[in-house]
């Protein structure tokens, strides 16, 4: 079974730093898009950022020059390096990845458990 593990969370202060990091477990034959979404407390759940296979990135105006994806096709891992943090930023971040499990079967989208991510003084 195919499962998408996240780490790197945890509480930061106003204008700090942090690394997320999301791998993907199991056998998979493809992985396409990758991607960073968050969740506020009281709100719907919004894409941060994507990056496709070849490494086109996108990226939600708010954390545009802030945040950076990137990722590593070889160990089908995706990273999240969050910089300059506001507490708007406050929310569980959840990595995402279009995985092919096998050459005859169409993508599906996979979601990993989530990580909070405190931005607080």
């Known amino acids: 079974q195919v499962r998408l593990v996240e780490s790197g969370g945890g509480l930061v202060q106003p204008g700090g730093s942090l690394r997320l990091s999301c791998g993907i477990s199991?056998?998979?034959?493809?992985?396409?898009?990758m991607g960073w979404h968050r969740q506020a407390p009281g709100k719907e759940r919004e894409l941060v950022a994507s990056i496709t296979s070849d490494g086109r990135t996108n990226y939600a105006d708010s954390v545009k020059g802030r945040f950076t994806i990137s990722r590593d096709n070889a160990k089908n891992m995706v990273y999240l390096q969050m910089n300059s943090l506001k507490p708007e930023d406050t929310a569980v971040y959840y990595c995402n990845a279009w995985i092919v499990l096998h050459s005859d079967r169409d993508a599906s989208n996979a979601w990993g458990q989530g990580t909070q991510v405190t931005v607080s003084s």
């Open positions: 199991g056998s998979v034959f493809r992985v396409n898009t």
